[in-house]
């Protein structure tokens, strides 16, 4: 099975500010990557598919890129309802593996 | 609008067989793959099952062991998850998830979730 490795784990940021989580695959996706946001108590969210395409309805604050391997989701100026966790997900092979998640806190 | 309502969760004790339902509203159910996700209680996201549009191909994860068979049902636009042999390992928040590409494999982001429903294995 593919592995999928997100980091940070918890990242403390501040209202305004630009964070960057990153998602390392254990072999090629190609851009089979999507990427989750998820708030306590509610399902998941898709932000971000195919590694850049954002989805509808998602603020153009978010942006995901890379390829291959390595994905990055870019959140700038951040509003008080972006402090979640969030997750990254392959969908290259049947396993559909996520990454543990990142919990972005406030600073 | 787009909605996923799961049911038929609750308390069952180890070894005990449960049935999950998930009704689906607001889009053309026969035209997705739909798939099951399971989040134990603090824990982070974990795929389980997928079935193609019309059933016919069907992927769970490998440590099921056979346990859980995912099924649907077309003309009630519903999909179904019987889970058998259940452990405390078991115990999660199920969601229902729709794939996002019509017409084809279920090997697409996640892009319709319901609320999930909980399943809890204890003695």
């Known amino acids: 099975d593919i592995q999928m490795t997100q980091s940070p784990s918890t990242l403390a940021a501040s209202v305004g500010d630009s964070v960057t989580i990153t998602c390392r695959a254990s072999q090629s996706l190609s851009l089979r990557l999507a990427w989750y946001q998820q708030k306590p108590g509610k399902p998941p969210i898709l932000l971000i598919s195919?590694?850049?395409t954002l989805e509808s309805g998602v603020s153009s604050r978010f942006s995901g890129s890379g390829s291959g391997t390595e994905f990055t989701l870019t959140i700038r100026s951040l509003q008080p309802a972006d402090f979640a966790t969030y997750y990254c997900q392959q969908y290259n092979t049947y396993s559909f593996t996520f990454g543990q998640g990142t919990r972005l806190e406030i600073k | 609008e787009e909605y996923l309502v799961e049911s038929g969760g609750g308390l069952v004790k180890p070894g005990g067989s449960l049935r999950l339902s998930c009704a689906a509203s607001g889009f053309t159910f026969l035209t997705y793959s739909m798939n099951w996700v399971r989040q134990a209680p603090g824990r982070g996201l974990e795929w389980v099952s997928s079935?193609?549009?019309?059933?016919?191909?069907?992927y769970y994860t490998d440590s099921l062991k056979g346990r859980f068979t995912i099924s649907r049902d077309n003309a009630e636009n519903s999909l179904y998850l019987q889970m058998n042999s259940l452990t405390a390992a078991d115990t999660a928040v199920y969601y229902c998830t729709r794939s996002k590409k019509a017409y084809a494999d279920p090997d697409y982001a996640f892009d319709l979730w319901g609320q999930g429903t909980l399943v809890t294995v204890s003695s």
């Open positions: 195919d590694a850049s």
């Open positions: 079935i193609s549009n019309g059933g016919h191909y069907i």
